[in-house]
């Protein structure tokens, strides 16, 4: 049985790292998935110990699922131990929605574009 793999959405991240407004800024673009969630794990826990101010710029972020909120969870538990602020900037409307659903968005520094209202 043939099956199309056409028709399947990647399961691919994208991560670009930079420093704006002196904060380490991870750029995440694609979707954030069970299948890509350790590659962001383990690229943002090398960042933690070289940085006061993490944010994860998640404007082309266009999917995220438990897995991938979990992840940002856990992200976020490991910076406050390492005294490390981790902020999310530039949701997208999809991530905004799941955010709220989960009662999460009170619970990260949110900023609005560009690291508006950074520390």
């Given amino acids: 049985m043939a099956t199309d793999r056409g028709s399947i959405p990647s399961p691919r991240l994208t991560l670009k790292t930079y420093v704006l407004e002196e904060a380490t800024v991870v750029h995440c673009t694609g979707r954030l998935t069970t299948e890509v969630t350790a590659q962001l794990k383990e690229e943002v826990k090398k960042l933690i110990p070289h940085t006061k101010r993490l944010a994860l710029d998640l ?48 619970v990260f520094g949110i900023c609005g574009e560009n690291l508006t209202n950074l520390p």
Wanted: charged fraction near 20%; aromatic fraction near 2%.
């Fill in 59 to 106: 404007s082309d972020l266009t999917h995220m699922d438990s897995a991938g909120l979990g992840t940002v969870v856990a992200l976020y538990i490991i910076a406050k131990k390492s005294h490390c602020d981790l902020r999310l900037i530039n949701l997208s409307k999809q991530v905004r929605e799941l955010m709220g659903l989960t009662n999460l968005l009170s």
